[in-house]
């Protein structure tokens, strides 16, 4: 049963909201991604990467979310697939499941701020 939470690559890429049933690869999370986040994380990835040979990029014509990282001529692409989740069915992208090192993300929810007494 797939569940929503957040993940994370150490402190430089995420955290990311996504859905997980639990399953691991060498201890690290294997999270699944719907559409809207992994626009965010073709974002981030091109954004924030160390080195221009780090680039991302989505392929509308195989519905594919692709990433180079360090200049390998490769591209590692992620294509959609679908889960059933909270009584629907889910169009995801399993970015970087059974390859890069997620974890859980502890997200505290938002706490507004107490109002001032005048």
Not at 10 to 30: K, L, V
Not at 35 to 62: H, P
Not at 74 to 84: G, H, V
Request: aromatic content about 22%; proline content about 6%; glycine content about 6%.
């Amino acid at each position: 049963m797939f569940r929503r939470s957040h993940f994370l690559i150490e402190d430089w890429f995420g955290p990311f909201e996504g859905w997980t049933a639990g399953q691991r690869w060498n201890g690290w999370e294997c999270p699944y991604f719907e559409f809207d986040t992994a626009i965010q994380m073709v974002d981030a990835w091109n954004n924030t990467a160390f080195e221009e040979e780090y680039r991302a990029r989505y392929d509308e014509e195989r519905d594919e979310f692709c990433f180079s990282d360090g200049g390998l001529e490769e591209w590692d692409c992620f294509k959609a697939q679908t889960i059933e989740a909270e009584g629907r069915t889910i169009k995801v992208y399993p970015i970087g499941v059974f390859y890069w090192t997620w974890s859980h993300a502890e997200i505290s929810p938002y706490t507004p701020p107490e109002p001032k007494s005048i």
